[in-house]
Every structure is written in structure tokens, then in C-alpha cells.
């Protein structure tokens, strides 16, 4: 049984930083491109970020490039998302994901897996 589990979410002041981690466990964790969404309340779910599976390529929002970073550690089946200079609207639930196939998505239909979400508010 695929699961993900992200953790490191939490409230923080707008300019802070945060870093979620996401740690997969029955898949072979090596061999899937990995994702970060988003969801803010009464909002679309929305890609934030994605890497390849051997980590030499990424995929940004273009509203996020140079705040977020994504990165992942195969070693140790998990995935991060560094979070910096943090606003407001970056209040969201956010989401790992995985996806088989090696060609980096935006569109959250192209994932396989889901976590569960961890929750990131910013205040002002």
C-alpha cells in the first residue's frame, strides 16, 4: 500500500521560512517524478512544484519560482519543499504526490498518489 506522508507544516509569520518533507513507503520511491500542490480554502487545488525522480530536473509555478525550493533525497524515500519569504497568500493545505511517469505535470490528473495534506498558515 502507496502511502505519503507529508509534516512540517504550521503557522508562521509572513518573510519566515518553512520546509515540508514528504516521505513515501510502499512504492519504489526512486522511480517517481514527485509534486507539491496546493489548496487554499474556496480555491482550486494548484501545482506548486515537481522533480524528476533522479532530481536533476524541476518544475515550477511561475508565481513561486525563486521562493520555493524542491528537492528530494531517494536514500531516504522523501521528497522537500523549502518554503521562503512567505505571504499571506500562501495559506494553504499542501499536498505530496507521485507520478510513475518521468515527464515532469502541472495538472494534478497526472498523479497517481496523494498524501494526506499538511496545513500552512502565514499570518500577517
Known amino acids: 500500500q502507496v502511502q505519503l506522508v507529508e509534516s512540517g507544516g504550521g503557522l508562521v509569520q509572513a518573510g519566515g521560512s518553512l520546509r515540508l518533507s514528504c516521505a513515501g513507503s510502499?512504492?519504489?520511491?526512486?522511480?517517481?517524478?514527485m509534486g507539491w500542490f496546493r489548496q487554499a480554502p474556496g480555491k482550486e487545488r494548484e501545482f506548486v512544484a515537481a522533480i524528476r525522480w533522479s532530481g536533476d530536473s524541476t518544475y515550477y509555478a511561475d508565481s513561486l519560482k525563486g521562493r520555493f525550493t524542491i528537492s528530494r533525497d531517494n536514500a531516504k524515500n522523501t521528497v522537500y519543499l523549502q518554503m521562503n519569504s512567505l505571504k499571506p497568500e500562501d495559506t494553504a493545505v499542501y499536498y505530496c504526490?507521485?507520478?510513475?511517469?518521468?515527464?515532469?505535470?502541472?495538472?494534478?490528473?497526472?498523479?497517481?498518489?496523494w498524501g494526506q495534506g499538511t496545513q500552512v498558515t502565514v499570518s500577517s
Open positions: 510502499g512504492l519504489t520511491f526512486s522511480s517517481y517524478t
Open positions: 504526490t507521485a507520478r510513475l511517469r518521468a515527464s515532469l505535470s502541472r495538472r494534478a490528473d497526472d498523479y497517481d498518489y
